[in-house]
Antibody, heavy 128, light 110 residues
Framework: QITLKESGPTLVKPTQTLTLTCAFSGFSLSTSGVGVGWIRQPPGKALEWLALTYWTDDTRYSPSLKSRLTIAKDTSKNQVVLTMTNMEPVDTATYYC????????????????????WGRGTLVTVSA | QSVLTQPPSASGTPGQRVTISCSGSSSNIGSNHVYWYQQLPGTAPKLLIYRNSQRPSGVPDRFSGSKSGTSTSLAVSGLRSEDEADYYCAAWDDSLSGWVFGGGTKLTVL
């Protein structure tokens, strides 16, 4: 059974750096074809993808937030950490991490990635 | 402004069939699979449809997805009160090299 749980500060001040941890169980990020992503949702608004990491060291970032984000996996701890610098009030949101599934095609590549299982999310408020 | 466009709201009465649309472009829906998520009030999103039309185990067959060109739709038949939720479409965008989501559709069961 796959589970994910986000943790981190509930309140950060403007200009501070946010560090969130996604602790997961039921899978390993050393297994081929696996990934973890981060998505956020401001109160009453839509989902916004932030970053993802694959079982390799390959990572991807939202173009609009790339300069502020870093995602890192710790395979030994079954964790993925997201850091976001220079936090602003508009960054107030519920932050979710999610397991990524894929399919192995005949060419020997993992393709058709998607977020299949999500954590419950953690609300982060940015305020002085 | 979301990259994928959804109507902000949809509604129906119990037992009805409701369709939610999601439109994009050639770089996202037009060239990649589409995924639908259901978000019940106060909960995390749950995968409802994957790879355009596939249902994960446990998702009732009242939910179905389809795709044509750069548009996709989610249909909910035999509408039930527990279907009242926000629904989001999502796809990978080749131009942005990232995931894009729709703005969400709030489904109300009258």
């Amino acid at each position: 059974q796959i589970t994910l749980k986000e943790s981190g500060p509930t309140l950060v001040k403007p200009t501070q750096t946010l560090t969130l941890t996604c602790a997961f169980s039921g899978f390993s990020l050393s297994t081929s074809g696996v990934g973890v992503g981060w998505i956020r949702q401001p109160p009453g608004k839509a989902l916004e993808w932030l970053a993802l990491t694959y079982w390799t060291d390959d990572t991807r970032y939202s173009p609009s937030l790339k300069s502020r984000l870093t995602i890192a996996k710790d395979t030994s701890k079954n964790q993925v950490v997201l850091t976001m610098t220079n936090m602003e009030p508009v960054d107030t949101a519920t932050y979710y991490c999610a397991h990524m599934e894929s399919s192995y095609d005949s060419s020997g590549y993992y393709t058709n990635w998607y977020f299949d299982l999500w954590g419950r999310g953690t609300l982060v408020t940015v305020s002085a | 402004q979301s990259v994928l466009t959804q109507p902000p709201s949809a509604s129906g009465t119990p037992g009805q069939r409701v369709t939610i649309s999601c439109s994009g472009s050639s770089s996202n829906i037009g060239s990649n699979h589409v995924y639908w998520y259901q978000q019940l009030p106060g909960t995390a999103p749950k995968l409802l449809i994957y790879r355009n039309s596939q249902r994960p185990s446990g998702v009732p067959d009242r939910f179905s997805g389809s795709k044509s060109g750069t548009s996709t739709s989610l249909a909910v038949s035999g509408l039930r009160s527990e279907d009242e939720a926000d629904y989001y479409c999502a796809a990978w965008d080749d131009s942005l090299s990232g995931w894009v989501f729709g703005g969400g559709t709030k489904l109300t069961v009258l």
